[in-house]
């Protein structure tokens, strides 16, 4: 089974990809995580998105998608791709299809959790407080400006999907269990 959950900033996307490794041994492809690591590193990729991300920006979709491309050539991926923070933009959710059909890979669905943006705020504040500042993007002025972005990048996905009938919508403003059942009855499989 290979999806994507989609979802603004602090929408408990990162929590609920974890749960469904657990249960379902899938692997989750996170593009915050893995261009983190290439900051990190300080690879060229690295170089080049250091500052976007920072200022909470998006990375070109250029490069984004090189990073998922060479990501979904790695065998462990047969076992089920859950894709995180990916795609953020019409642009690289066209892009996802071609590689799907290039890599012989299917969709299954795509899971919208639904969060009101106050309630976001509120998290990722709470994440910046218990991270202690290891996320250099979790404050309160460049979630505003990812919210943004989400709303003006990001959310017309939604009608994207729901035209190939593959959306599902959960309310994830429920506790994270709540979430995690919503998320399995959605994908008709055990929580
Ligand atoms: P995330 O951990 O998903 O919140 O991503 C952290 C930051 O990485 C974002 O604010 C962007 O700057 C960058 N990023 C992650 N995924 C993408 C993507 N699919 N497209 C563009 N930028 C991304």
Redesign the pocket.
């Known amino acids: 089974m290979n999806i994507i959950l989609l979802g603004p ?1 602090g929408a408990g996307k990162g929590t609920q990809a974890e749960r469904l490794i657990d249960a379902h041994g899938m692997v989750q492809l ?4 893995m ?1 983190r690591a290439a900051v990190k590193a300080g690879s060229e990729v690295g170089l080049k ?1 250091k500052a ?2 920072e200022a ?4 070109s ?1 250029e490069i ?1 998608i090189g990073v998922v491309s060479e990501r979904l050539d790695a065998p462990d991926v047969k076992a089920g791709v859950i894709f ?6 019409t642009a ?1 959710a066209e892009a996802l299809d071609a590689l799907l059909v290039d890599k012989g890979m299917a969709l299954d669905a795509v899971v919208e959790m639904q969060v009101p943006d106050e309630l976001l705020i509120g998290r990722i504040e709470q994440r910046a407080k218990e991270t202690g500042g290891t996320r250099a ?1 979790d404050n309160a002025e460049t979630l505003k400006k ?1 919210l943004v972005n989400y709303h003006r990048d990001t959310a017309p996905l939604v009608e994207y999907y729901d035209g190939t009938g593959k959306l599902r919508t959960v309310d994830g403003a429920q506790d994270i269990d709540d979430v995690t059942s919503a998320i399995a009855k959605a994908l008709s499989v055990d929580a």
């Open positions: 900033p996170s593009t915050g995580d261009l998105a976007v991300m909470g920006d998006l990375v979709d984004v995180d923070g990916f795609p953020r933009t690289q993007d990812r």
